[in-house]
Antibody
Framework: QVQLVQSGAEVKKPGSSVKVSCKSS????????FSWVRQAPGQGLEWMGRIIPLLAITNYAQKFQGRVTITADKSTTTAYMELSSLRSEDTAVYYC?????????????WGQGTLVTVSS | QSVLTQPPSVSGAPGQRVTISCTGS?????????VHWYQQLPGTAPKLLIY???NRPSGVPDRFSGSKSGTSASLAITGLQPEDEADYYCQSYDSSLSALFGTGTKVTVL
């Protein structure tokens, strides 16, 4: 059973960057793809991008291209999401999620979420 | 930008059957990409409910079922239970090389 544990809540200034971590345990890290999904207060889910660590492949939603970077460290079985040029609209809960099906993009394990608040 | 459209809300009495639609387009569901469904209870992370259009992960009750046809998909909940009150999201893949979530549906048990 895969467990994903994310880093704690963050408060950031507009224009700065945030890096959220997602520590994976209970499975073979290289067997999984890791996606990042965010949810603004009272809003729906929004897919940001994902990484397949085994293949070193990333792809990002067009909306976030150039502003988001997803990485993975196989030695610590941790995935990361860094979002730059933060604005108030980026205030959201950020989730990491994993799947062992590279081709189908569904997400069967989820982290607990990390609240990122962007405020001056 | 592609959108998967769901009704904002559906409701039903305990024991009833409710369905949630998910309408896409020829660049996502209609292109043959699978549809998946998630349940999100208040204040918690989403949980995978249906994957690959019709498949239930281990532990998901069989009162949840999924279907897909053309550019749309549906989630059915039969024998509605109080604990089914939650937000539900469909998800697919789009030819723009992105995963895509539906707009979300709040299920209320009357």
């Amino acid at each position: 059973q895969v467990q994903l544990v994310q880093s704690g809540a963050e408060v950031k200034k507009p224009g700065s960057s945030v890096k959220v971590s997602c520590k994976s345990s209970g499975g073979t890290f290289s067997d999984y793809a890791f996606s990042w999904v965010r949810q603004a207060p009272g809003q729906g889910l929004e897919w940001m991008g994902r990484i397949i660590p085994l293949l070193a492949i990333t792809n990002y939603a067009q909306k976030f291209q150039g502003r988001v970077t997803i990485t993975a460290d196989k030695s610590t079985t941790t995935a990361y999401m860094e979002l730059s040029s933060l604005r108030s609209e980026d205030t959201a809960v950020y989730y990491c999620a994993s799947s062992d099906d590279y081709g189908d993009y569904y997400m069967d394990y989820w982290g607990q979420g990390t609240l990122v608040t962007v405020s001056s | 930008q592609s959108v998967l459209t769901q009704p904002p809300s559906v409701s039903g009495a305990p024991g009833q059957r409710v369905t949630i639609s998910c309408t896409g387009s020829s660049s996502n569901i209609g292109a043959g990409y699978d549809v998946h469904w998630y349940q999100q209870l208040p204040g918690t992370a989403p949980k995978l409910l249906i994957y690959g259009n019709t498949n239930r992960p281990s532990g998901v009750p069989d009162r949840f079922s999924g279907s897909k046809s053309g550019t749309s998909a549906s989630l059915a909940i039969t024998g509605l239970q109080p604990e089914d009150e939650a937000d539900y999201y469909c998800q697919s893949y789009d030819s723009s090389l992105s995963a895509l979530f539906g707009t979300g549906t709040k299920v209320t048990v009357l």
